[in-house]
Each structure stands twice: as structure tokens, then as C-alpha cells.
């Protein structure tokens, strides 16, 4: 338990003070990293990550609950816009992991001949640029947990290297010989269906199995019923606090028109409508038009 130590000389007075100013510093550091840890578990509480009331969406939580209990994997799956990035973090900072780092990885914009590298890292001199030892996404998500969202886009050939370190919990950087332990809860996500992708042999079966986990499908907006509405004034109450302006009123021909739209892109499109909506309306009545 010993955070300092000095020799006794005649010295020792001011030696002692500065050690105690450390010591206190070092606490206030720890206490604030715990805060903010908590900041993080009650940002991303359930009801306060995911708005709504439908049935489909409560059907949501119990998984997510179920999820909490173990390291499983999870996929989520859902439309684009539906918000799985935002089920994987409540996951993490709700589970015993959430202490470690929450790491999330859109494999669809990482050039294809990157991939292995941002995943896996690689030594110096691996190839061609590499001036340096890289860590990758694994590693910094040691002890924490992996989110890869849009997984189908994984190139075909490194989908085996994935498989190998998934089963192996073990990685070796590109260009190196030390095998690596991991201890990783991965989380990936699509708005694909991956069964079907591997019927169309784009995404290996062995693959698919391991990584299916604890599967949570997430509804469209346009089967979440009420929820529209519940989410349309969250939106407009957060616009409203961001802007410091007053309180906005939906009309009752605009809650119509939003109840009846098909919202093709889901959660995310609603939340542009709204913030637009907010900037145009007049009187801060949002009408129909």
C-alpha cells in the first residue's frame, strides 16, 4: 500500500509535504476516474440509452438484461438508424466490464488492406510504413469489450483469422511471434442478414456461429408504434436545452404525420426531422408542413 517513501535528512519536512500533495493528488485522480465511471453507467442506463415504451422495444431490454449476466457474445442486428451502437454501450457500461475500455470499430470504413493491422496491430517493419509497433483494436479492448459494427463487410480471408482468434483468445501482431492472451467481450452488429450472407457464401458459417451469440434484433421505428412520439419530444426537449431556447409544441396534424411516416431511416432520421423541424418551425410550434 505504499505510494511514496523519502530518506529522514534535513529535508525531510518539505520531502514530506510534497509527498503527502502527491498522495492526495493521486486519491482526487482515482476518485475522479470512479465519478466519471458512474457518469458513464447512468449516461447509458437502459431507459436513458433507448427511448420508448413499445412492446418490441421492451422485448429489446429483457435480452439486454440477459446479456449483463455473462461474457457471451452478442449480435445485434437492425435496420440502419435503429441505434445498435447504442445497445452495445449500455451493454458494456452496465456489465462488469464497463471499468475497461469500450472500443468500437466500423468495419466498413477501414480500407480492406488496413483491416488486419487496425484488428490485430503489427511490429515494426512489418511491411512497408510500419515505423513503428501499432496496437490494435483487440488489444486496446482488453479486458473490456470489442464492438464491431458492421461485421458483414469483414473481408472474406481475414474472416479465418478472426475465427482463429476468437477461439483461441489469443492474437498474434502482424509481423511479430508473441502470442497474446485476450480477454474480450465482442459485440458485433449489422443491418444485413448474415444468414443469408452466408447462404450466398460472402460470410463464413464457422464464423457466423461463433460470433451469433446472444442475438438482439432491434424493431424499426415504424413498429415501435407511440414510441415516434415519445422520441419526437425527447429530441426537441434536448434541442431546446442545447439552444437555451423555450419549450416546442407538436401540433396535432404534425404527431399525425409522424405516426404515419415509414421512416426508412429509423431512429437517426427522426432526430434530423426534429432538429430541423425545431430551426424552421415559428412560435416553437412544430406544425405539419
Known amino acids: ?3 511514496d517513501y523519502l530518506i529522514k535528512d534535513e529535508a ?3 520531502l514530506l509535504w510534497n509527498s503527502i500533495l502527491r498522495i492526495r493528488e493521486t486519491q482526487t485522480l482515482k476518485k475522479e ?3 466519471l465511471r458512474d457518469e458513464l453507467s447512468e449516461k447509458y442506463s437502459f431507459n436513458k440509452t433507448i427511448i420508448g415504451q413499445s412492446d418490441s422495444l421492451q422485448k429489446v431490454f429483457r435480452m439486454m438484461k440477459k446479456a449483463l449476466k455473462t461474457n ?4 445485434v442486428s437492425g435496420e440502419t438508424g435503429t441505434g445498435k451502437e447504442l445497445v452495445a454501450k449500455a451493454i458494456h457500461y452496465n456489465s462488469n466490464r464497463r471499468k475497461n ?3 468500437a470499430v466500423n468495419m466498413g470504413a477501414i480500407p480492406k488492406e488496413l483491416i488486419e493491422s487496425d484488428l490485430f496491430g503489427h511490429e515494426k517493419g512489418a511491411f512497408t510504413g510500419a515505423i513503428g509497433r501499432k496496437i490494435g483494436k483487440f488489444e486496446e479492448a482488453n479486458g473490456g469489450t470489442l464492438f464491431l459494427d458492421e461485421i458483414a463487410e469483414l473481408d472474406f480471408n481475414l474472416q479465418s483469422k478472426l475465427l482463429r482468434v476468437l477461439q483461441e483468445r489469443e492474437l498474434v501482431r502482424v509481423g511479430g511471434t508473441e502470442n497474446i492472451k485476450l480477454d474480450v467481450r465482442l459485440i458485433v452488429a449489422t443491418h444485413k ?3 443469408d450472407e452466408v447462404r450466398k457464401e460472402t460470410f463464413r458459417e464457422d464464423l457466423y456461429f461463433r460470433i451469433m451469440g446472444l442475438p438482439i434484433n432491434l424493431p424499426p421505428l415504424r413498429e415501435r408504434g407511440g414510441d415516434v412520439l415519445i422520441l419526437a419530444k425527447h429530441f426537441l426537449e434536448d434541442f431546446a436545452k442545447e439552444n437555451k431556447m423555450d419549450t416546442f409544441h407538436i401540433s396535432k396534424e404534425a404527431k399525425d404525420k409522424l405516426l404515419n411516416y415509414y421512416f426508412p431511416g429509423n431512429v437517426r432520421e427522426l432526430k434530423a426531422m426534429i432538429d430541423l423541424a425545431a430551426v424552421m418551425c415559428e412560435n416553437n410550434e412544430i ?3
Open 287 to 289: 406544425n405539419d408542413d
Open 72 to 75: 457471451i457474445n452478442i449480435s
Open 12 to 14: 525531510t519536512k518539505d
Open 193 to 195: 442478414d448474415l444468414a
Open 101 to 103: 475500455k469500450f472500443v
Open 33 to 35: 476516474v470512479a465519478d
Open 1 to 3: 500500500g505504499v505510494n
